[in-house]
């Protein structure tokens, strides 16, 4: 009998072709579950240093990991299921009527050993599963500066700025926008502006000075802590949880295949339920931005992509340049 998969989720015949139907079922569940945070998702981007804001929102994303979730706890219920589990194998294979059963039987004997521990884990998948949304529903994603129009209720004068500056010469749009932002315009005027002119950008003659002119343009509405702190936090929380998404899955498919967690794999995965994460974090969060703006991001914060050094595709994140190679930041 077949496990029932879900759509868009690779079936597990592969992963554990023996494996008894219950634990096959719980297995599926899980990676069903953890399948809305396998890719990318677009986030906004901002093309500055906000290292201070960005450390803000990963320590709060961190704290509600910490305060709204068991994900800490992880490892050491995870332990807890295999150490139980081992007991019971090793109670079963000291039993007279194993030892005295060919091979093959007691192969099936500890195979059946996996179906009541299956039982037993299926409750914390829904848990982990349940937490990974808490996580993702308390940071949902943000609009990216500059590049949406807000409809300005009661606001002629914001009017007024979008079609002036999609009407007049581009690079009189620029001195407008421009002033703009070294005024006193809210966010308001600031993000539907910035948004006009994102619609001139395909000028080759001033698209590198619009670029310049719309990335103030974030950089200003971003001097707002709570956008900043939403904006960020969004990110990391996206990065973070397509990071922990891995380390999840090998421990549960380990402990549901073989009734154990080995310590190389407690070694390589239960540092991720802890804080800090054994990664460069603001690099997480900087890997979790748009595609076709994350290769600037990179550049500036002093990053390369792993996934241009023949890692696996499974590991590919930004890593940290050496000093010498970011270039004066």
Not at 196 to 213: H, K, N, S, T
Not at 294 to 320: I, N
Request: aromatic share 6%.
């Amino acid at each position: 009998m077949t496990a029932p998969s879900a759509p868009g989720i690779t079936p597990l015949a592969q992963l554990a072709p023996n494996a008894p139907y219950p634990v096959m079922e719980v297995l599926q569940r899980l990676r069903a579950g953890l399948s809305p945070h396998e890719q990318p998702v677009e986030v906004p981007v901002v093309l500055a240093d906000p290292r201070d804001r960005m450390q803000e929102a990963i320590d709060a994303v961190n704290a509600t990991v910490t305060n709204r979730t068991q994900l800490r706890t992880l490892p050491r219920d995870l332990m807890a299921l295999s150490d139980q589990s081992r007991d019971e194998r090793r109670a079963l294979i000291q039993m007279p009527l194993y030892q005295r059963a060919p091979a093959e039987a007691q192969q099936d004997a500890l195979r059946n050993e996996l179906v009541p521990l299956a039982s037993r884990v299926a409750p914390l998948v829904e848990r982990v599963v349940t937490d990974f949304a808490t996580v993702r529903a308390a940071w949902r994603l943000q609009r990216q500066p500059g590049k949406q129009l807000l409809v300005p209720k009661a606001r002629p004068d914001v009017w007024d700025m979008v079609r002036l500056v999609l009407t007049v010469p581009l690079r009189g749009a620029l001195d407008v926008v421009s002033d703009l932002v070294a005024g006193e315009a809210d966010s308001l005027m600031l993000e539907d502006v910035g948004w006009a002119l994102w619609q001139r950008r395909g000028d080759p003659q001033w698209a590198e000075q619009a670029y310049v002119v719309h990335r103030r343009v974030r950089e200003q509405v971003l001097q707002d802590v709570d956008r900043a702190r939403a904006y960020y936090g969004a990110a990391y929380c996206t990065g973070l949880l397509r990071a922990l998404k891995r380390p999840t899955s090998e421990l549960f498919t380990a402990l549901l295949n073989t009734g154990t967690i080995d310590q190389l794999l407690q070694q390589q995965f239960f540092p991720w339920f802890t804080t800090p994460v054994p990664t460069d974090a603001v690099a997480l969060l900087v890997g979790a931005l748009p595609q076709d703006d994350k290769a600037e991001m990179l550049e500036l914060f002093g990053l390369r992509d792993a996934g241009t050094t023949g890692h696996s595709s499974e590991q590919a994140g930004p890593l940290r340049l050496p000093e010498h190679g970011r270039g004066g930041l």
